[in-house]
């Protein structure tokens, strides 16, 4: 029975269809399983037919219904077939013709490129390399090329570069492997930074560094072409495949990311950092599956992050990755959901009360003990200092760093400040009451008590807006040990003042830390434009240190620049939100692939409402809407943190609503504490606008956000 794969450019092309197509396309593929090989060659329904002046023999074409052809490559030897592309009948013909399979000779993967593209595009190369007597390679070898997997096609057009500008518009023309390998080059990395980060990462595990693969073997190599081909085993997985396309196309691990999701082993807690679109949770997501089929019989893993909207969004993609039973035996849910959970079976099931009047107690406390600070400084004293640093008396207070706290405060100060610490926690106590910081606290001390831990890994998503009393929960919750933690997040994302040191709370990642630095979901006009937004300001780390600079990050998808628009009011700002998503829908988006988001609820239900009117579908993410629920995305600028979407509307980003002062601590206040939280609201923005793949709206009424009026373009 013919096998039947699917490419990664197949995917996002079927997540576009409408769904009359797409149902042509799901009976086609689901024809093409049923049938012996001889059956399937001799079938009149689907046409597999070979094309007159085809580039390669192998590559054909399938009737997949209305006016649409598959392109399919179809080995000379073997029963398992490639779907590449699925395209209007024309075009399909048109783009099938000019293809050639290959096997890249460094990765063993296989390839499909358009030789006849590349040798239209390379008069022009030489015209432009002939008045310039720069060339973008000129301290690389061709034998270095070679050795790096280049062909003679490619290596003929490296040698014509001039510019990096070149090599960028030529990349639909190249095969991924050798795009990348010369993009690396020409980012300045050295053949030999080359051929360990990308190339060997790429390579089967026992292939010598001097073997050859066989040019023939096209099978073998799509199982090499890791993150660009799914091998579907059988009906169920391609029906759960094509059911949710656009989530399948999204957990597909890229080659540069398989390194750090698929190594064998760490000794110990790992950590990948990068900018957005990099792939940090998609890496993290793999490290789960890799780690979850070497699970010994009770172990179990938690995968956690920091908010519900991301844990369902991680338990949904999770679920396209692990079999039921493997997936099973992870809990995915927040860090405060899962210390709740422990300590409520410590506690016998009993329900926890958990604080949601915290700034009402310190109001009540600063008036009863007449004390001279406002109601944010307490608040974020006794989180940022206290419980940060574990503090449990007043003589460990005296003694406590401040770092990061503009306000000093002298030895009388710190007692007086003391006092009201001690009166909110009593008054806690004797309500049987905790703050979600006091669980992981509790949390964190009933498991240090214990020899057995309740996971034998923990993988952290967004880790860059964890609390220390939150890690030191996690770190509790898995034994020191090999894979005992892996870590994902981006300091540049931060959106909470949570700053910490993972070396000092027992997790340490040094010579285990890696980054990714290319961005494989945004366009470089909409990444280039976002990091406008944070204008170079340095952020820390989680190792205490300044983060990498989100600048490092690149993008070769290219792509519109930003839509920057400014109105005259809310009525006006909507009608033209509503215009935009009308524009997206028409040109095939579906809606769920497109986001709004706001900086209050309250614009949110104004734009759904908008929508609705309409005929527009629309939900609301504090909703909760399942993955299959129809509607635009809509949801407040935090509640966008780890989604993505083709198209991405941020609006009301006025001078009065971005930064909000009312979560802005004040320069009288705390100078340091003001500055720290500036900098979370300009990352709040910055996170919002990178959700975006492929389009990006960004609106106002009345006069720009700062952040905006510094960034470019407004």
Wanted: hydrophobic share 45%; charged share 25%; aromatic share 6%.
């Amino acid at each position: 029975m013919p096998q039947l794969a699917l490419g990664k450019d197949f995917l996002a092309e079927y997540a576009r269809l409408e769904k009359s197509a797409q149902r042509g396309v799901r009976e086609a593929i689901a024809k093409f399983q049923s049938l012996t090989l001889v059956e399937l060659l001799a079938d009149k329904g689907l046409h597999l037919e070979k094309l007159d002046r085809a580039r390669d023999a192998r590559i054909r074409t399938i009737r997949v219904g209305g006016f649409r052809r598959g392109v399919v490559l179809a080995p000379d030897s073997g029963e398992t077939f490639l779907l590449l592309r699925v395209l209007p009948h024309d075009d399909a013909i048109a783009w099938a013709v000019q293809q050639q399979a290959g096997v890249n000779r460094a990765t063993h993967a296989l390839e499909i490129q358009d030789v006849v593209a590349q040798q239209r595009a390379t008069p022009a190369l030489e015209h432009l390399a002939a008045g310039s007597g720069d060339r973008l390679l000129a301290g690389v070898s061709d034998a270095d090329l070679t050795r790096l997997g280049l062909d003679a096609n490619v290596l003929r057009i490296a040698r014509l570069l001039t510019e990096r500008g070149q090599l960028e518009a030529l990349e639909a023309l190249l095969p991924q492997d050798q795009y990348e390998v010369l993009f690396y080059l020409a980012e300045g990395y050295s053949p030999e930074e080359v051929w360990r980060d990308v190339v060997s990462a790429r390579r089967p595990a026992p292939a010598p560094a001097d073997a050859l693969p066989d040019p023939e073997d096209l099978v073998t190599a799509m199982g090499h072409a890791q993150g660009r081909v799914a091998l579907v085993e059988g009906p169920d997985e391609l029906l759960d495949i094509l059911a949710r396309p656009f989530d399948a196309w999204r957990v597909f691990l890229h080659p540069s990311q398989y390194r750090t999701a698929y190594r064998e082993s760490y000794a110990g807690p790992a950590q990948v950092n990068g900018g957005p679109g990099t792939g940090k949770t998609v890496v993290a997501l793999h490290r789960v599956k890799h780690l979850a089929g070497r699970l010994a019989a009770g172990e179990r893993i938690l995968l956690t992050t920091y908010t519900t909207t991301l844990a369902r969004s991680l338990q949904e993609n999770l679920a396209m990755l692990l079999a039921p039973e493997l997936l099973e035996r992870v809990d995915v849910t927040t860090v405060d959901a899962a210390a709740n959970r422990l300590l409520r079976q410590e506690l016998g099931g009993a329900a926890l009360a958990i604080a949601h009047d915290e700034k009402e107690r310190w109001a009540t406390i600063i008036e009863a003990l007449q004390l001279p600070w406002t109601v944010p400084f307490l608040v974020q004293e006794y989180r940022n200092v206290i419980v940060a640093h574990d503090i449990g008396s007043l003589e460990s207070y005296l003694k406590a760093s401040r770092t990061g706290r503009g306000t000093p405060l002298g030895p009388l100060q710190r007692a007086k400040v003391w006092r009201a610490v001690e009166e909110f926690v009593a008054g806690l106590r004797a309500e049987g009451r905790r703050t979600w910081l006091q669980v992981c606290d509790e949390t964190a001390l009933l498991l240090a008590e214990r020899a057995e831990r309740p996971y034998r890994h923990v993988v952290v998503d967004e880790a860059q807006d964890l609390h220390p009393a939150q890690w030191r929960a996690l770190r509790a919750m898995v034994a020191t040990g090999p894979d005992d933690m892996f870590i994902a997040g981006d300091p540049n994302q931060r959106i909470y003042d949570s700053r910490v040191s993972l070396g000092k709370l027992g997790i340490r990642v040094v010579g285990r830390s890696s980054r990714l630095r290319v961005n494989y979901r945004t366009t470089a006009e909409i990444l280039g434009w976002c990091t406008s937004i944070l204008s170079g300001r340095p952020v820390e780390g989680l190792d205490g240190e300044h983060a990498d600079s989100v600048q490092e990050c690149r993008s070769s998808l290219h792509g519109a620049k930003p839509d920057l628009v400014a109105l005259t009011g809310t009525e006006a700002e909507l009608a033209a939100l509503v215009a935009r998503v009308r524009g997206w829908l028409d040109a095939g988006v579906r809606p769920e692939e497109i986001g709004i988001a706001a900086r209050f609820v309250g614009y949110g239900r104004k734009a759904a409402e908008a929508l609705t009117r309409e005929g527009v579908p629309a939900v609301l993410l504090k909703d909760r809407p399942g993955a299959a629920a129809a509607g635009v995305r809509i949801g407040t600028m935090h509640a966008m943190k780890g989604l993505e979407f083709r198209c991405m509307a941020v609006a009301d980003v006025s001078d009065s609503t971005v930064p909000y002062m009312g979560h802005v601590t004040g320069r009288e206040v705390d100078r340091l504490q003001h500055e720290a939280d500036l900098l979370a609201e300009r990352c709040l923005l910055f996170v919002a606008c990178t959700r975006a793949r492929e389009a990006l709206h960004v609106s106002w009424t009345g006069a720009p956000s700062v952040f905006l009026s510094q960034a470019a373009g407004v």
